[in-house]
């Protein structure tokens, strides 16, 4: 990684504004698809999850953005497979002048092979891709955590919280939309405050915010006997304490 991404924004707005298209295939190259298969913030390093590995029932809007094999599952093999894209996607801009558009993960398993002819190069089928960062191939393996549960809630909380504290909520609007930022916000926002704070698990004053309601639940789950990692995550945590627990 060259330089990181706030010295890009920071270069960005010195010229003319960032702009979310640049800004998606620098992250798409340098974060999502960085060539270490343990880099934070990487699509497939389970540090990135809270060391929860792949996850399982990852909301759709999740797998729309970042599941480029179409597996259902966000891993290694998008990882490898969006750093590809975007290697791609900066010799286009080298040869043209301009870069692609935005391709999420639903955009380019719809539309591979129309933005191989349409920029006349042969960007990598997605159907059962299996390639893994630093070469080699091995297909992403199932998931070890239900992200749709208490106990696995956490791990995609990291994930977006390691995303937001990165791109900033402006930016993050800018490249993927109102409506995806307020998908994430109602999951993992959990008191509302339109901030995610804190990181899930430390210590003393740190424990605040979404912190501190999560292991509010989580407590309350595990001393009533309840599997935390089969109980699903409560959808509306105002209604918590009027949940009917069977």
């Known amino acids: 990684m060259t330089k990181s991404f706030l010295r890009f924004i920071k270069e960005e707005e010195q010229q003319q504004g960032v702009d979310p298209i640049a800004a998606f295939w620098f992250l798409a190259q340098n974060r999502w698809g960085a060539s270490s298969s343990n880099f934070t913030g990487s699509l497939g390093a389970s540090s990135s999850w809270a060391n929860g590995g792949n996850l399982t029932n990852l909301p759709q809007f999740v797998l ?5 094999n179409g597996d259902g599952l966000v891993g290694s093999n998008d990882q490898a497979l969006i750093r590809e894209i975007a290697d791609l996607a900066y010799q286009i801009y080298a040869q043209t002048g301009e870069y692609p558009p935005i391709m999420t993960a639903e955009d380019y398993l719809e539309n591979w092979e129309y933005y191989s002819e349409l920029y006349g ?19 992403n393996q199932p998931g070890n955590a239900d992200a749709s549960t208490v106990g696995g809630w956490r791990y995609s909380y990291a994930f977006w919280k390691g995303q937001l504290d990165a791109l900033g909520m402006e930016n993050f609007i ?4 109102q409506d995806v930022y307020d998908e994430i916000m109602a999951l993992y926002d959990l008191d509302g405050d339109g901030v995610l704070r804190t990181n899930i698990g430390q210590s003393g004053t740190d424990n605040y915010g979404e912190a ?10 595990s001393t009533r006997g ?3 990692n089969d109980t699903p995550m409560p959808e509306d945590v105002n209604n918590f304490y009027t949940m009917q627990l069977a």
Not at 174 to 177: C, E, I, P, S
């Open 121 to 139: 190069v042969d960007f990598p089928d997605p159907n059962g891709y299996a390639g893994v960062p630093g070469g080699g191939q091995s297909p």
């Open 226 to 228: 309840f599997d935390v």
């Open 212 to 221: 501190a309601i999560w292991l509010m639940i989580l407590y309350y789950m």
């Open 64 to 68: 729309d953005l970042y599941d480029y």
């Open 174 to 177: 800018l490249m993927f939309g």
